[in-house]
């Protein structure tokens, strides 16, 4: 059975994806899927990017709660492994180390040393014996603030080293943020329940508002960077049996010249992401895609659902960062999977019916002084998330038998 004959399924399920946890209908973005076949898959599965408790990586708390909630597969940056025996964490600032400026934080631009094979096994080991997949790593942001040189030549040479260590180490999936901004937020909104929403608009006076550390970067100056970046490590990523999963900026679609920076995805946010993958054109060199930052970032008029759909006929998403925000290009708010403007059951059906296989994270959660760490906020999240792959999967199975 196709999209068009089982359009009052669809319509019923859009409809109730609409309704929030008040049972009061949201603004769902009105994307149009394509019309494709409806088919079982389940390859689509809920995985994890972030630690429970204080404790490393492999502490029996953090690795209990991911499997409470079905995860297997694991997104893990070095520092998460800081406690776990043996291992030496590399020199790299923590993840969210601030919120200078309001929001600003995430930058992470100390440059990751060498990673260290021995150590990653024994972290990969743990948690094998635990039936958990080291799936995914994040490296660092520091290469996108390099000039050309000899630094950033041995910086290069770097990455791809430690590509083939991610590789032999049976990681699959590297991923990476060009913050060259750092990830901007600049309002607190009111949220339900007393939650607080981190948002974004963009100031009436954003000429005057000074410049990162790594001063003006024009438009031609990144993506010289980015293009040499592609040139020097796509080829190790394929060696390795490596794939690079781009984070695009967060947000999107600022305009040129935001805090000094021409970032790629500024302005026309759908044309940078086709730019920056034809710079290397392999299946290696993909994204690690974000329907909240899509949704923020893109031109009104632009439709997800078609950005999505190319990307995947191309076979360019490796892994997917799973949130919902409320508003669009420069004036949003980061909001509860239930209550955005992103119709996030209709992802997951196009995710199903391409025949996608690959992991879900749930990604930021609203801050409640009630819920110091958001755990709540992220069990909630991930509760709401495997709800909807299972709905679409009862839905296709439902479709088969029609």
Known sequence: ??????????????????????????????????CLKVIRNDKIRLGGQRGFGNGPVTSPENMNWHLRWGIKHLDISLE??????????????????????RGMGGSRMSPTGRWNYDAMMRV???????????????????YIAMTPGPERNRYLDLICENMRTAGRAGVSIISYHWNLTPIRRN??????????????????????????????VTSDEYWERLTTWTKAVVPAAIESKVRLACHPYD?????????????????????????????????????????????????????????????LQRKKVHQIHFRNVRGGQNDFAEVYHDEGDINLFNVIRLL????????????????????KGSNMGFAFANGYILGLIRAAREEAILATKA
Request: hydrophobic fraction near 35%; charge should be negative.
């Open 124 to 142: 990969r080991d743990t948690l094998d014996k635990a039936g958990l997949i080291w799936e995914s790593i994040r490296m660092d942001s520091a």
């Open 251 to 311: 947000p999107g679609g600022l305009p040129l010249g935001y805090l000094g920076v021409d970032n790629f995805d500024a302005g026309d946010y759908v044309a940078a992401i086709a730019r920056y993958e034809k710079l290397y054109d392999s299946p290696n060199n993909g994204f690690q895609y974000n329907t909240g930052v899509s949704r923020e970032s893109m031109q009104p008029g632009a439709d997800q659902l078609t950005l999505l759909h190319g990307l």
């Open 352 to 371: 199903r019916d391409m025949d996608w296989e690959g992991s879900l994270l749930a990604d930021h959660s609203p801050a409640h002084p009630d819920d």
């Open 187 to 216: 309002l607190d909104l009111p949220g339900r329940g007393g939650s607080t929403y981190d948002s974004f608009k963009l100031e009436p006076d954003w000429q005057k508002l000074p410049l990162t550390p790594a001063g003006r």
């Open 1 to 34: 059975m196709d999209r068009r004959d089982f359009g009052k399924v669809l319509f019923a399920g859009a409809a109730s994806a609409g309704l929030s946890a008040t049972g009061t209908a949201t603004a769902q973005t009105a994307s149009v899927l394509p």
């Open 80 to 101: 998460n492994t800081r406690q776990a025996p043996g291992v030496v964490p590399e020199p790299t600032s923590p993840e969210g180390e601030s919120k200078a400026a």
